[in-house]
């Protein structure tokens, strides 16, 4: 029997369609996924291209992927098929997420999408490893005893770890070990008191319980961890350990040790090659090596035997080691951390410290000076425990951004390089108030700091008495007195309660407090004149004097008053 022609028709449409390109875009690659570190940077790679030309290689806030517990950051397509999410903050530790990819990543493409669910979380609670080494007894700088660091991936209360903790020494159990360390941390010291010297090495066996938890809390520890630890004798310095890396300005090698090294003694026992000229700093068990070490990657370090220890011990035979310097994690950080002003008849510059960053990108923003109490209380505490991450200022819809500028560092492999930021062509006086300057790599953003500037030629002094405020204006140029600046107290709930202006000697007297101000709190001092704003957080400003006698003479002496003036 023959088809009819259009069953043939049909047929091989239907065949051509089934044979021609897929209508559906895929995930082709998500990564990082699993375990993950609390700072990272998401990669997801597309099986077609999406992405329409003009949004490539800016920082978006479209989410592109919903995540679960949410997480704050900004997207960048790197090309049309492959987009990077970077968080502005870590990730939150001992956490699960999840993560969809939304439909608006398909732009006006006519693609189905056939997407999947993506899973990662950060680091469960765990021990990590356990150190020992020959120590003095606490008090006792003539009795040597046993110290274990016990290392965690986040710390821990001291209190709550000898509960779950079982030390035994040559198989016995010990109970009387003391805990060093007082307060939360992620490496925990034990002592154990006097330790009969013997020629025989010391076996300890040092064991965590499950159901430990971390400060963090969460998810307590899943599995107990036990550690078995040989200790050589006191007559035997053993090295138990070497690491590496760089700081920045130098690279560092540490050693570690079974019992203090004479630091006076290294140069005579430590090389390495290629040769360098070096620096030495120990603690009980390590000791560490700094040397330029620029463009380096591979270190030979050779100890010789004989190299004493504090306690008697010597290392027994030749030591050598090639030593891989590990790559330093990026960083940038401001050289002024603490500095929060600048001149405004002045050349406007921050300096700026990168490593192993090639591009990075500053962002310039203002808080105007009504928003400014807000903007100020929302950065007054921390919002993660993580200390080695900088907080990062977001003027948000309290200001607005004034300049975005690419930056090409192109400094050597872990080396720091300086960089000079000029603020000048991002400064904008059409309004009043302060500024947040940003800097933050290309492609991870949480690599950066940020801080926030008052550019200014106004300073202000302000004192506080029993029933008045005294504030002093003077050029910050030529210390001059400034008559006629604008000077406004603001309250703790954001009114302005007191307001006048300085005189000739550059001085405004707020006086009758009590009545004045009744029920209001003074928070912030603002100075205006013509172009020029400052102002004074009175709650980072204050003296503290409690520590201080400062009441004055409460008898008076008919014969003579004493006096001490320190050097000014």
Same mark, same amino acid.
């Given at each position: 029997m023959r088809l009819s022609n259009s069953i043939l028709v049909l047929i091989f449409t239907l065949l051509l369609f089934a044979c021609g390109p897929s209508n559906t875009v895929k995930v082709s690659n998500f990564s990082p996924s699993g375990e993950v570190e609390k700072l990272t940077t998401f990669t997801i790679e597309f099986s077609e291209s999406l992405a329409p030309a003009d949004t490539?290689?800016?920082?978006?806030?479209?989410?592109?992927?919903?995540?679960?517990?949410?997480?704050?950051?900004?997207?960048?397509?790197?090309?049309a098929r492959t987009l990077i999410f970077s968080p502005d903050y870590p990730l939150q530790p001992i956490q699960s997420y999840s993560a969809n990819v939304t439909p608006k990543v398909l732009f006006d493409t006519k693609f189905a999408p056939s997407f999947e669910e993506y899973s990662f979380s950060t680091p469960d609670f765990d021990v990590t490893k356990v150190d020992l080494f020959w120590s003095r007894v606490p008090n006792k700088s003539y009795t040597l005893s046993v110290q274990a660091n016990i290392h965690f991936n986040y710390?821990?209360?001291?209190?709550?770890?000898?509960?779950?903790?079982?030390?035994?020494?040559?198989?016995?159990?010990?109970?009387?070990?003391?805990?060093?360390?007082?307060?939360?941390? %992620?490496?925990?010291?034990?002592?154990?008191?006097?330790?009969?010297?013997?020629?025989? /090495?010391?076996?300890?066996?040092? /064991?965590?319980n499950k159901g430990l938890e971390s400060v963090i809390g969460k998810?307590?520890?899943?599995?107990?961890?036990?550690?078995?630890?040989?200790?050589?004798?006191?007559?035997?310095?053993?090295? /138990?350990?070497?690491?590496?890396?760089?700081?920045?300005?130098?690279?560092?090698?540490?050693?570690?040790?079974?019992?203090?090294?004479?630091?006076?003694? !290294?140069?005579?026992?430590?090389?390495?090659?290629?040769p360098k000229p070096m620096s030495y700093f120990i603690t009980d068990n390590q000791f560490r090596i700094e040397a330029d070490l620029t463009n380096i990657t591979m270190i030979t370090l050779k100890i010789k035997k004989g190299l004493p220890g504090m306690y008697g011990g010597e290392l027994e035979t030749d030591f050598e080691q090639v030593v891989s310097m590990v790559n330093l994690?990026?960083?940038?950080?401001?050289?002024?951390?603490?500095?929060?002003?600048?001149?405004?008849?002045?050349? $406007?510059?921050?300096?700026?410290?990168?490593?192993?960053? %090639?591009?990075?990108?500053?962002?310039?923003?203002?808080?105007? $000076?009504?928003?400014?109490?807000?903007? !100020?209380? =929302?950065?007054?505490y921390s919002y993660y425990y993580d200390n080695y991450y900088n907080t990062s200022y977001d003027a948000g819809n309290y200001g607005r951004e004034l300049y975005t500028k690419k930056i090409d560092v192109s400094a050597g492999q872990n080396w720091l390089k300086k960089v000079n930021l000029n603020l000048a062509d991002a400064i904008k006086e059409d309004y009043k108030g302060i500024y947040t300057v940003s800097v933050r790599s290309a492609e991870d953003r949480w690599v950066q700091d940020s801080k926030m500037l008052a550019i200014s030629d106004l300073g202000l002094i302000a004192k506080k008495g029993t029933n008045q405020i005294l504030v002093f204006a003077n050029s910050i140029g030529t210390t001059d007195p400034l008559p006629g600046v604008e000077i406004s107290i603001i309250s703790t709930n954001n009114q302005i309660i007191l307001?006048?202006?300085?005189?000739?000697?550059?001085?405004?007297?707020?006086?009758?407090?009590?009545?004045?101000?009744?029920?209001?709190?003074? =928070? !912030?001092? /603002?100075?205006?004149?013509? $172009?020029?704003?400052?102002?004074?957080?009175?709650?980072?400003?204050?003296?503290?004097?409690? =520590?201080?006698?400062?009441?004055?003479?409460?008898?008076?002496?008919?014969?003579?008053?004493?006096?001490?003036?320190?050097?000014?």
């Amino acid at each position: 029997m023959r088809l009819s022609n259009s069953i043939l028709v049909l047929i091989f449409t239907l065949l051509l369609f089934a044979c021609g390109p897929s209508n559906t875009v895929k995930v082709s690659n998500f990564s990082p996924s699993g375990e993950v570190e609390k700072l990272t940077t998401f990669t997801i790679e597309f099986s077609e291209s999406l992405a329409p030309a003009d949004t490539l290689d800016k920082w978006l806030t479209d989410e592109f992927v919903e995540f679960e517990p949410k997480i704050a950051g900004k997207f960048k397509w790197v090309d049309a098929r492959t987009l990077i999410f970077s968080p502005d903050y870590p990730l939150q530790p001992i956490q699960s997420y999840s993560a969809n990819v939304t439909p608006k990543v398909l732009f006006d493409t006519k693609f189905a999408p056939s997407f999947e669910e993506y899973s990662f979380s950060t680091p469960d609670f765990d021990v990590t490893k356990v150190d020992l080494f020959w120590s003095r007894v606490p008090n006792k700088s003539y009795t040597l005893s046993v110290q274990a660091n016990i290392h965690f991936n986040y710390p821990v209360v001291p209190d709550q770890l000898k509960n779950y903790l079982i030390v035994k020494m040559g198989g016995e159990e010990v109970k009387d070990y003391q805990i060093i360390t007082e307060n939360s941390a %992620d490496l925990i010291a034990l002592n154990f008191g006097e330790i009969e010297q013997s020629e025989k /090495t010391q076996e300890f066996e040092i /064991t965590v319980n499950k159901g430990l938890e971390s400060v963090i809390g969460k998810k307590p520890l899943e599995d107990t961890r036990s550690f078995e630890n040989e200790l050589p004798p006191l007559t035997r310095l053993a090295i /138990t350990g070497v690491s590496s890396g760089f700081d920045g300005e130098s690279g560092w090698i540490t050693v570690s040790t079974t019992q203090m090294v004479d630091e006076k003694q !290294l140069a005579k026992f430590v090389s390495i090659e290629p040769p360098k000229p070096m620096s030495y700093f120990i603690t009980d068990n390590q000791f560490r090596i700094e040397a330029d070490l620029t463009n380096i990657t591979m270190i030979t370090l050779k100890i010789k035997k004989g190299l004493p220890g504090m306690y008697g011990g010597e290392l027994e035979t030749d030591f050598e080691q090639v030593v891989s310097m590990v790559n330093l994690k990026p960083s940038i950080n401001f050289a002024e951390k603490k500095a929060k002003y600048l001149m405004m008849s002045g050349a $406007k510059n921050l300096q700026v410290n990168v490593v192993n960053v %090639d591009k990075a990108e500053m962002e310039v923003s203002q808080v105007f $000076k009504n928003n400014l109490l807000h903007f !100020l209380d =929302r950065y007054s505490y921390s919002y993660y425990y993580d200390n080695y991450y900088n907080t990062s200022y977001d003027a948000g819809n309290y200001g607005r951004e004034l300049y975005t500028k690419k930056i090409d560092v192109s400094a050597g492999q872990n080396w720091l390089k300086k960089v000079n930021l000029n603020l000048a062509d991002a400064i904008k006086e059409d309004y009043k108030g302060i500024y947040t300057v940003s800097v933050r790599s290309a492609e991870d953003r949480w690599v950066q700091d940020s801080k926030m500037l008052a550019i200014s030629d106004l300073g202000l002094i302000a004192k506080k008495g029993t029933n008045q405020i005294l504030v002093f204006a003077n050029s910050i140029g030529t210390t001059d007195p400034l008559p006629g600046v604008e000077i406004s107290i603001i309250s703790t709930n954001n009114q302005i309660i007191l307001s006048g202006k300085t005189d000739q000697n550059g001085v405004v007297k707020f006086v009758d407090l009590d009545q004045k101000i009744k029920g209001f709190t003074p =928070r !912030l001092v /603002t100075a205006e004149f013509e $172009k020029d704003f400052n102002y004074l957080d009175l709650d980072e400003t204050n003296i503290e004097t409690s =520590r201080f006698d400062v009441g004055g003479i409460y008898e008076y002496s008919s014969k003579f008053n004493a006096f001490i003036y320190g050097d000014r």
